[in-house]
């Protein structure tokens, strides 16, 4: 079995920055693809951003794209979040997701494992 944990989450005030960080422990003889996902309160999960296993191909939602950073660290299944200039609206809670396909995917139900989720809390 695979876990991932989530840790980098807490408030912030709008225009700040945040690191989010995401470790995949236990069987972990593949290389994951991982993901991004976040679920404002009353909304649903949505999907934030993607890296394949090798950190050579990234995938961002829209909204995100040039304040966020998604990347792998040297220890290939850990992945880091950067999330510069936050805007109250990043309000969430953000989880982690891996994944075995060789690309970076958009989809929820492409991914097989799941974090319990870390809170972003931008205040304005």
């Known amino acids: 079995q695979v876990q991932l944990v989530e840790s980098g989450g807490g408030l912030v005030q709008a225009g700040g920055s945040l690191t989010l960080s995401c470790a995949a422990s236990?069987?972990?003889?593949?290389?994951?693809?991982m993901g991004w996902f976040r679920q404002a309160p009353g909304k649903e999960r949505a999907f934030v951003a993607a890296?394949?296993?090798?950190?050579?191909?990234?995938l961002y939602t829209d909204s995100v794209k040039g304040r966020f950073t998604i990347s792998k660290a040297y220890a290939k299944n850990t992945v880091h979040l950067q999330m510069d200039n936050l805007k109250p609206e990043d309000t969430a809670v953000y989880f982690c997701?891996?994944?075995?396909?060789?690309?970076?995917?958009?989809?929820?139900?492409?991914?097989?494992?799941w974090g319990q989720g870390t809170q972003v809390t931008v205040s304005s």
């Open positions: 890296i394949n296993w090798s950190g050579d191909s990234t």
């Open positions: 997701a891996a994944a075995t396909w060789g690309t970076p995917r958009l989809m929820e139900d492409e991914y097989r494992y």
């Open positions: 236990g069987r972990t003889s593949s290389t994951f693809d």
